[in-house]
Structures are given as C-alpha cells and as structure tokens.
C-alpha cells in the first residue's frame, strides 16, 4: 500500500508525493553543506503524437524506457519522479554552482535523443527542461520551487523545445516589484498625490516669457516630492501611463484656465508619452478635454512629443499629430539629437517646435562638436521653418553662447528651475534677464524665427 501511495505504477519511479518529501530534505541539505541544488521539471515535446502514432502500449514502453535510461545516467544522488504523463521531475542536488548543471541538462536532452533512436520509429521525440535553482535571495519553499521551474519549462517550449530553460529569479523578483510599484502609482493617482511643477520657456534676448513647460512631480507621504525619473520608468509600456497622461493634460488645462481668468495668458506645454499617442481614441479624447475647457484658445496647449520615444508606426503618428495641429494645438519635438533616427522624425512629423537636448547645450562651452551640432540643428530648423528652443541652459554662460549662436529661445536652471503653479504669476511678473545677455551679439543673420507668445508658431 505504501509503495503503490508512493511511487508510479509505470516506471517504478518515485511519484509527486514522495518527490515533495524528497525535495523537502534535499532543500535542507543543500542549506546545510552550503551547495545548489537544481530541479528540473522535464516534459516531452512530440509525446501526444507518438501515442498517437504508434498506440498507448508502445507510449507507455517509451516511458519506461526513458526511466531507466536517466536514472542510469543521472548521479546516484539524484532524485527522479514522474508525476503524470509525459512530465519527470529530477532533483540534482550537491551542486558547488549554478553552472554546474548544465553537462548533466544536456546529458539529459542527448539522453531522450537517444531513447527515440532506439525506438527507430521516425517519430520525433525531444523534451523541453525547465531550471529553478535553491537556495535564492529570497525564501522559497518546495512548491514555489516546482512551480518555478514549470514555468521555466514552460519557456523553453515557447523558445523552440529541445532546450531547456533556466528560471531567472532576479528578473521574477523584478517583475514582482515592478507591479507592486505599479500598484501604488495607480493607488497615488486615485489619492492624488501627483502634481505639476512649471518651468518657464522664454525669449532670452527680450525677456518674453514664452511659455511654462509642465512637469510631474510625486508628492509621496513618506519619500518626499519625487522628481518623474524616481517613477515614470515603472509605467513603460504600461496602459496606467495613459492614465497619468490623462491626469497630466486635465490638471494642466485646469491651470491654463486659472491662470487665464487670473490674467495671465501663458501656454503651457505637456509632455506625451508615445504610450499616450498609441491610443486610438488620443484626439477624441484630446478634443473632448479642450471642449471642457471652452475657455482657453487651444493655441496655449502646447505637446511634447519625446524624439527618443519608440513611436512606432510614424505614417500613423504624423496624421495624428496634423489633427492635433487642426485642433490649433501647438507640437514639439523633445530631446532633440538624441534618438536613432532625429532627422527621419523630423522630416515625417509635423511638430512647429524643436527642443535641443540639454546634453548638447551642456557640452557646448567645451565641447566643439557639441556646439557644432547646435549650430547644425539651428541651421536645420531655419531652413524648415521651425522654431528652436534650447533645454538646460544652466548657467548665465549657455545663455550667452546661445544668444551668439542665434538660439534666442530657452529653459533651464539659469532662467528659472521647475516650481509650484502658485509662484508662476510672481516669476512672470518679476523675472528680467541678465544684462549681460543684452549684450551678447546676435549671429547675422539671426537664426531663429521669432516666436509670438501664444500663438502656434
Ligand atoms: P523633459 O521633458 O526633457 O523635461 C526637462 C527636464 O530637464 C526636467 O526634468 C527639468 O527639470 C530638467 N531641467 C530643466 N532645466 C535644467 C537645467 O538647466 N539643468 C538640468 N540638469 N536639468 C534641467 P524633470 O522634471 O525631472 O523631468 C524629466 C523628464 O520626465 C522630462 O524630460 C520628461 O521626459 C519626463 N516627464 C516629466 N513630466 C512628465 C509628464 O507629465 N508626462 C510624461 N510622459 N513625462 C514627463
Ligand atoms: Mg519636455
Ligand atoms: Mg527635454
């Protein structure tokens, strides 16, 4: 009776009950000697069909076969199980590493091989492996570890079979944090902890504040304000960008609205993810929030369109953009320079306003060839009737060197840093430029088209 609860009736080897136990003690002293341990969950790939092909009886002899020929092969010490079907488990215990597992993998893949040549049935027969390995970082118990490795195997079917497949738990536990990171950015969305800072865009030369650009910060209960490279990586790819996104164009077209009805008519630019601009339903929606917004002119809504962004289809991206422009939407190209293909972007998207990359505007006072390329793109964007303005200018000497090089319009710590919607009116009512930048010649002639404040350019 013990036998029969214990181990398979087919093979004679052990069945999942006992493996359990087995792994159980293995898993202790693979602790205790301080060593891995690998499980290695094994499933047949053509096995259905060479049942099919050559009956059950023939199947059932192929299994016991391929019983006895792996555990002849397998180191003494190794625990092998079936647990149904087509699917063994084998436990290698008393591994220094990891990577001392592979020859035994690969005798074990070499090993079904052989069983179907003995067969000389021409039905092909491979397995598909999967590896999970013990102990890890993180506590995992006999279960978890099974399961880890059926997942693993499950991969190595989806890669091609014959192979195995190793469980990469450091990319599980990534995964794990990263959706719990999700979870509490969306639960931060629904408390509305989000708010948006604003840094102004002006003209340097005249001192004309040309617009705010608006940027997200995390108002976190206990890590403080977190700037958006503290959160928005987590929602790559994800769909609760487009809901941030639509959090971000709601609040800023609220504020434009405040500030118009206070007096102040700025435009206010917000940045899209490519995410955002994927969406079918991206202009209606975008349509419907200036409909509810009667009164701002949709020339102060300005997008920023990420040049590094993967945007995919750019046939689809460009018509969008032009119904965003019909709109009276003003859009803009960020981080100029910095993507694959600039010039293709620029060439098929329809955008009124390039944004030059800080990293060449910061690599401009001693960096040639950064300045170079400055002058290359403002050459660029005058021929194609496009408005520059630089990022980063971080000092009084980038606004300098700008002025000189013909780039009027700017945005960066020298100017103003990002700040809360409250202190925008008392900047733009108090901010002048440095004289000094008064003084710095104008390039003849003068590269950049003038910008006129609100109005699409
Ligand atoms: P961006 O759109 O290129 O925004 C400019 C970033 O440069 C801002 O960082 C700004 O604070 C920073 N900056 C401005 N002037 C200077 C300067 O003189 N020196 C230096 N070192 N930095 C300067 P921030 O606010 O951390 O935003 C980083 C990026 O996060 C933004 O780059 C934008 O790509 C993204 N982001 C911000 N808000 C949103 C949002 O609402 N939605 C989306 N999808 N992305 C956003
Ligand atoms: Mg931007
Ligand atoms: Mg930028």
């Known amino acids: 009776m013990e036998r029969l609860s214990q181990y398979d009736a087919l093979t004679g080897l052990p069945n999942r009950s006992l493996l359990t136990d087995c792994l159980q003690q293995a898993m202790a002293q693979a602790l205790r000697r301080g060593r891995q341990l690998a499980v290695v969950y094994l499933d047949l790939d053509g096995f259905q069909a060479f049942n099919e092909h050559l009956g059950p009886d023939a199947g059932d002899e192929l299994l016991i076969r391929l019983a006895q020929r792996l555990k002849a092969a397998l180191p003494e010490d190794t625990t092998l199980a079936r647990m149904g079907g087509d699917w063994f488990v084998a436990v290698l215990p008393g591994l220094p590493h990891a990577a001392a597992a592979q020859p035994l993998l690969d005798a074990i893949l070499s090993h079904i091989a052989a069983c179907e040549a003995d067969a000389h049935n021409g039905q092909p027969l491979t397995a598909s492996l999967g590896v999970s390995f013990y102990p890890q970082a993180d506590a995992v118990d006999a279960d978890q570890l099974l399961r880890q490795a059926d997942q693993a195997m499950f991969q190595a079917k989806q890669s091609g079979k014959n192979r195995y497949h190793l469980f990469d738990a450091e990319h599980d536990r990534g995964l794990r944090s990263r959706h719990a990171e999700i979870g509490q950015i969306a639960l931060a969305l629904q408390q509305q902890q989000f708010v948006l800072y604003y840094q102004p865009k002006v003209n340097m030369r005249s001192g004309a504040v040309i617009g705010v650009?608006?940027?997200?910060?995390?108002?976190?209960?206990?890590?403080?304000?977190?700037?958006?490279?503290?959160?928005?990586?987590?929602?790559?790819?994800?769909?609760?960008?487009?809901?941030?996104?639509?959090?971000?164009?709601?609040?800023?077209?609220?504020?434009?609205?405040?500030?118009?009805?206070?007096?102040?008519?700025?435009?206010?630019?917000?940045?899209?993810?490519?995410m955002q601009l994927a969406q079918a339903d991206f202009v209606p929606k975008l349509r419907a929030a200036l409909a509810r917004h009667p009164e701002l002119s949709p020339s102060q809504l300005e997008l920023e369109v990420l040049e590094t962004s993967a945007l995919g289809d750019l046939g689809a991206v460009s018509d969008l953009l032009h119904q965003c422009r019909e709109l009276g939407v003003t859009t803009s190209l960020d981080d100029f320079g910095t993507g694959y293909s600039s010039l293709t972007y620029l060439k098929h998207l329809p955008t009124q306003v390039l944004k030059i990359d800080q990293s060449f505007v910061r690599g401009m006072l001693d960096d040639p060839t950064d300045s170079a390329i400055l002058q290359g793109v403002l050459g660029l964007a005058q021929a194609l009737k496009r408005l520059v303005i630089a990022e980063g200018v971080e000092t009084s000497a980038h606004a300098q060197m700008l002025l000189r090089l013909g780039c009027?319009?700017?945005?960066?710590?020298?100017?103003?840093?990002?700040?809360?919607?409250?202190?925008?009116?008392?900047?733009?009512?108090?901010?002048?430029?440095?004289?000094?930048?008064?003084?710095?010649?104008?390039?003849?002639?003068?590269?950049?088209?003038?910008?006129?404040?609100?109005?699409?350019a």
């Open 213 to 274: 650009e608006a940027l997200i910060r995390w108002q976190h209960p206990q890590r403080g304000l977190l700037a958006p490279g503290a959160f928005m990586p987590a929602l790559e790819q994800q769909t609760l960008m487009v809901d941030v996104g639509d959090w971000v164009l709601e609040r800023a077209l609220q504020q434009i609205a405040q500030w118009n009805r206070a007096g102040l008519r700025l435009p206010v630019s917000v940045n899209i993810d490519a």
């Open 408 to 456: 009027v319009h700017g945005q960066g710590y020298a100017i103003a840093r990002p700040m809360p919607a409250e202190q925008i009116p008392d900047w733009v009512a108090h901010w002048k430029p440095d004289p000094a930048w008064a003084a710095a010649p104008s390039p003849a002639p003068c590269a950049a088209p003038p910008l006129q404040t609100g109005q699409p």
